[in-house]
């Protein structure tokens, strides 16, 4: 069993910058890609970012490119997401996963969530 609990989430006027953490228990996740998902009231939850195991290769979405930064620290077991220069329409509940996919530009959920955290951006 894993478990995802994700931190940092809150209230931040546009051009703010908050970081996410995922702590992950219940097993290592050294040798798990990890990703980022939102979801916006009304929408679909959709891809941020990921990043392979080793730390190596990162993937984002074309919406954050450039503003968020996604990392991990394999000795904490613990993933991390940077965003700087956030945007009203970056608001919404941000989910860590473990094992995301991806098939050809698209990117989906893998096995395990974590419950959220919201991330609220006043314009």
């Known amino acids: 069993q894993v478990q995802l609990v994700e931190s940092g989430g809150g209230l931040v006027q546009a051009g703010g910058s908050l970081r996410l953490s995922c702590a992950a228990s219940g097993r290592t996740f050294s040798n798990d890609g990890m990703g980022w998902f939102r979801q916006a009231p009304g929408k679909e939850r959709e891809f941020v970012a990921a990043i392979t195991w080793t730390g190596g290769s990162t993937y984002y979405a074309d919406s954050v490119k450039g503003r968020f930064t996604i990392s991990r620290d394999n000795a904490k077991n613990t993933v991390y997401l940077q965003m700087n220069s956030l945007k009203y329409e970056d608001t919404a509940v941000y989910y860590c996963?473990?094992?995301?996919?991806?098939?050809?530009?698209?990117?989906?959920?893998?096995?395990?969530w974590g419950q959220g955290t919201q991330v609220t951006v006043s314009s």
């Open positions: 996963n473990r094992r995301p996919t991806r098939t050809g530009s698209s990117w989906s959920g893998g096995d395990y």
